[in-house]
Nanobody
């Protein structure tokens, strides 16, 4: 089981930036894909971005493409989400997740094996 811990959330004005971090346990090397999801009250967990741990390939949800950037530092076992040009609609609890398998649906929350506890991002207008 991969242990994941998010940090970096907070309150920011619209147009501002935040960088989220996801620190993973040493067993992260068994993870093929890692992702960021977000969730607001009464809504399902929504895909934000994924990245392959070894190759660094990535993809984004349409809503964040061009504003958010996902990256990872293999040496530090840490994944990042740089969020720029933030909007009030980006307000949510952000979760990082990992999965062992390369198959399945990389944009679906239920296809991930391990999750962090989440970090709150609030964007004021």
């Amino acid at each position: 089981q991969v242990q994941l811990v998010e940090s970096g959330g907070g309150l920011v004005q619209a147009g501002g930036s935040l960088r989220l971090s996801c620190a993973a346990s040493a067993r992260t090397l068994s993870s093929y894909v890692m992702g960021w999801f977000r969730q607001t009250p009464n809504n399902e967990r929504e895909f934000v971005a994924w990245i392959t741990w070894l190759g660094g390939n990535s993809d984004y949800a349409v809503a964040v493409k061009g504003r958010f950037s996902i990256s990872r530092d293999n040496a530090k076992n840490t994944m990042y989400l740089q969020m720029n040009s933030l909007k009030p609609d980006d307000t949510a609890v952000y979760y990082c997740a990992s999965r062992k398998s390369s198959g399945g649906r990389w944009t679906v929350a239920s296809d991930y094996d391990s999750w962090g506890q989440g970090t709150q991002v609030t964007v004021s207008s």
